[in-house]
């Protein structure tokens, strides 16, 4: 689906550093300086999904094929990058591509990185972003509510939509983001084509010291106080431990590295899940003796579209979808024994997909 989250913020905070951890398929170079990443990466990411690996050992697959998300690397923004400064002008461009935003923020203290708003001040760091977003935002709203006012004057069908841009324009006038408006589905279709930077869902990174990693520091509980009526979530991690972990390609050696720093598991899974769940996805599974895979589509979907990200053929020529709730399959241990329970249902065009549903779908030619 090629659904992207874009991993954003101050130069040096450690956005480089963290795609090369989530990564497996690029590697962004990781340097102290201003414009390290200058053209955007792009990696593939599995969803860590433990409920994959337990359908396999039932099945016996040839292949376990996960579920991905994109996730974008885009060059450090700066003060002034919504009138052009530093790489400001690339830096928006790229991230009106994405549908949502990985903001890492610098919550730890280190003379050797180089820094040039001053002391380490995460709620100053988050602000600037947003601002810069706000204001770009800010421009793009005001040149169609120019464009729409004199069409509103002949079109009562735009006086609506008129009402919703300036709605924009009164919550970006006040420094607060499109997202805090809550505007409904049909209300979005008036800025929808304008992709606005801070109508996007967005995931906070603290990026702590080492010593931090678990407890957090006084840098992400201020970032954690500043985001409460965002209602966003925060992740604290430490950046270069996430990336050490990624490079390890022996599974014991990861074990005994993450054992020695009193891990469960990467936070990197953490992060990784967060993103899937803010771009409002789920995944059903498809279980066969040549595959096990899971599949990704929008919260909500109905059968026929679900079965569409298989092949455009599978919607078209949509009969019935067999389904076996998760819980279910795995209680029962195969697809026979699900049925032979009566746990195999027959479901139609108006059924919506519900999260780790495993399905078999019938479709004509």
Known sequence: MALQAGIVGLPNVGKSTLFNAVSSSAKAQASNYRFCTIEPNVGLVDVPDPRIHKL?????????????????????LVRG????????????????????????????????ILRDEGPINPVSDKE?????????????????IARTEKQAKSDPKLKAELDVLIRCKQQLDQGKNIRGLGLSKEERVAIADLFLLTEKPVL???????????????????????????????????????AQIAEMEDPADRELFMEEYKMKEPALNRLITSAYRLLNLSTYFTAGVQEVRAWTIHQGWKAPQAASVIH???????????????????????EAAARDNGRLRIEGKEYVVQDGDVMHFRFNV
């Open 56 to 76: 396999a050992e039932l099945v016996q697959p040839n292949r376990i094929v996960p579920t991905q998300i994109e996730i974008v690397d885009i060059a450090g």
């Open 81 to 112: 990058a919504s009138k052009g400064e530093g790489l400001g002008n690339k830096f928006l461009a790229n991230i009106r591509e994405v549908d949502a935003i990985i903001h890492v923020i610098r919550c730890f203290e280190d003379e050797n």
């Open 128 to 144: 600037i972003i947003d601002t810069e977003l706000q204001l770009k935002d800010l421009e793009s709203v005001e040149k169609k």
């Open 204 to 242: 906070y990174v603290a990026n702590v010291d080492e010593a931090s990693m678990h407890t957090g520091n006084k840098f992400s509980q201020a970032l954690l106080e500043s985001v409460k009526s965002e209602k966003s979530e925060v992740i604290i991690m430490n950046n270069s431990i996430e």
């Open 312 to 334: 455009t053929d599978f919607e078209k020529g949509f009969i019935k979808a067999e389904v076996i709730s998760y819980n279910d399959f795995i209680q029962y241990g195969s």
